[in-house]
């Protein structure tokens, strides 16, 4: 089944704990992309990555970091996580950008205390 | 510089009667439009997608939105709700082959349908 799979599922941690949210998909797509999802601003952009080795800054950088060494794997790295990153967080893929569909995972409600 | 505005954050319709979510847009290019729906917990899933062909686009689930170049409008329809489509939705505007950054979401609009 063609998915989009992030891990975990829910995460509560404390301000300056790195944490890593995983996504991996088995698409063999080669955009990927983090959102975060907040209550009415609707989702935006983290990061994305065209293809293996090549990211690039979204609309809302600030305090995340991502890495593409495989081209299924796309994980969200928090290395200080603060409060104001308290959120829902989706992963999504598509076959090769943002004109076509994109998929998503189930997303990661991440609290951050 | 693009942006989408969808006008209601909430919409309360009755099942068995139509559906109109609104969505404005702007975009100093041909843009490529999205509509997403969320259902809860989980992931957001594509109902459809329109990119210059035809202007009235069909989607799954019964939906289809209409797109206005002269009104600058996306609007979101279906002819009878069902329960099932209580959920939250999204307009998307991106670039028509534009850069990959460029993905614009709306603030989402919750749908109710009250039995």
């Known amino acids: 089944e063609a998915q989009v799979t992030q891990n975990p599922r829910y995460l509560i941690t404390v301000t300056g704990k790195k944490l890593t949210v995983t996504c991996s998909q088995n698409?063999?797509?080669?955009?990927m992309s983090w959102y975060r999802q907040d209550p009415g601003l609707g989702l935006r952009q983290i990061y994305y990555?065209?293809?293996?080795?090549?990211?690039d800054k979204g609309d809302v950088p600030e305090g995340y970091k991502v890495s593409r060494k495989e081209k299924r794997n796309f994980p969200l790295i928090l290395e200080s996580p603060s409060p104001n990153q308290t959120s829902l967080y989706f992963c999504?893929?598509?076959?090769?950008?943002?004109?076509?569909?994109?998929?998503f995972g189930s997303g990661t409600q991440l609290s951050v205390l | 510089a693009q942006s989408v505005t969808q006008l209601d954050s909430h919409v309360s319709v009755s099942e068995g009667t139509p559906v109109l979510l609104r969505c404005n847009y702007s975009s100093s290019y041909s843009p490529s439009l999205f509509w997403y729906v969320q259902h809860p917990n989980k992931g957001l899933q594509l109902l459809l997608k329109y990119t210059s062909a035809a202007t009235l686009v069909k989607g799954i689930n019964g939906f289809e939105a209409e797109f206005k170049k002269s009104e600058t409008s996306f609007h979101l329809t279906k002819p009878s709700a069902h329960m099932s489509d209580a959920a939250e939705y999204f307009c998307?505007?991106?670039?028509?082959?534009?850069?990959?950054?460029?993905?614009?979401f709306g603030s989402g609009t919750q749908l109710t349908v009250l039995p």
């Open positions: 998307v505007v991106t670039l028509m082959g534009g850069s990959a950054r460029q993905l614009t």
């Open positions: 990555s065209m293809n293996v080795e090549v990211t």
């Open positions: 698409m063999n797509h080669e955009y």
């Open positions: 999504a893929s598509s076959h090769q950008g943002t004109n076509e569909k994109l998929f």
